[in-house]
T-cell receptor, first 111, second 114 residues
Framework: SQKIEQNSEALNIQEGKTATLTCNYT??????LQWYRQDPGRGPVFLLL?????KEKRKERLKVTFDTTLKQSLFHITASQPADSATYLC??????????FGTGTRLKVLA | DAGVIQSPRHEVTEMGQEVTLRCKPI?????LFWYRQTMMRGLELLIY????????DSGMPEDRFSAKMPNASFSTLKIQPSEPRDSAVYFC????????????FGPGTRLTVT
């Protein structure tokens, strides 16, 4: 069955460092992959979308890579700040609007 | 725009009661999604609509769950009868076919069934 795995353990990093979050998938051929941010008590907020034929996408301090051979996406936050602390979710689709979400990784940036 | 609006924000009900969750999508968006989020299972898609028509309801867990979208600005998710295992946060999200698939989520309804 289709499976998306994100680090269930929280990731703690020092302010100013680069945070790297991983999204692995199996039994799936996604056409699009998205990353969302979710703060406690709130709904997810869209950050970036990357297509299967794109290797990398950037937006300000954010960078996403997509390796369809490794079946993996990496999400980087450079020069991390305490305000970046949140849970980050990856989501995949084969091309429709039906997205499957990972369970998310909680990031904590320490001042 | 006010964003996606959901009501109520919190609902506490007893097992066996009917629960109705409401959603107003962002004006102009032609896709609407209902999700359920729990610690154990994460964010699960229950059903989604395009132009008020249900496209995929394969995530609806049981016949106790039903969803409607009578017009472009309103949708409901109903659970009848409710059970304790339905306790979760239910999110509504909307999206535009003219965009990049990004979904705009509402604040969610926290449902507790005792």
């Amino acid at each position: 069955s289709q499976k998306i795995e994100q680090n269930s353990e929280a990731l703690n990093i020092q302010e100013g460092k680069t945070a790297t979050l991983t999204c692995n998938y199996t039994n799936y051929s996604p056409a699009y992959l998205q990353w969302y941010r979710q703060d406690p008590g709130r709904g997810p907020v869209f950050l970036l979308l990357i297509r299967e034929n794109e290797k990398e996408k950037r937006k300000e301090r954010l960078k996403v890579t997509f390796d369809t051979t490794l079946k993996q996406s990496l999400f980087h936050i450079t020069a991390s700040q305490p305000a970046d602390s949140a849970t980050y979710l990856c989501a995949l689709t084969s091309g429709t609007y039906k997205y499957i979400f990972g369970t998310g990784t909680r990031l904590k940036v320490l001042a | 725009d006010a964003g996606v609006i959901q009501s109520p924000r919190h609902e506490v009900t007893e097992m066996g009661q009917e629960v109705t969750l409401r959603c107003k999508p962002i004006s102009g968006h032609d896709y609407l999604f209902w999700y359920r989020q729990t610690m154990m299972r994460g964010l699960e898609l229950l059903i989604y609509f395009n132009n008020n028509v249900p496209i995929d309801d394969s995530g609806m867990p049981e016949d106790r769950f039903s969803a409607k979208m009578p017009n472009a600005s309103f949708s409901t998710l109903k659970i009848q009868p409710s059970e304790p295992r339905d306790s979760a946060v239910y999110f509504c999200a909307s999206s535009s076919s003219g965009g990049y698939h990004e979904q705009y989520f509402g604040p969610g309804t926290r449902l507790t069934v005792t």
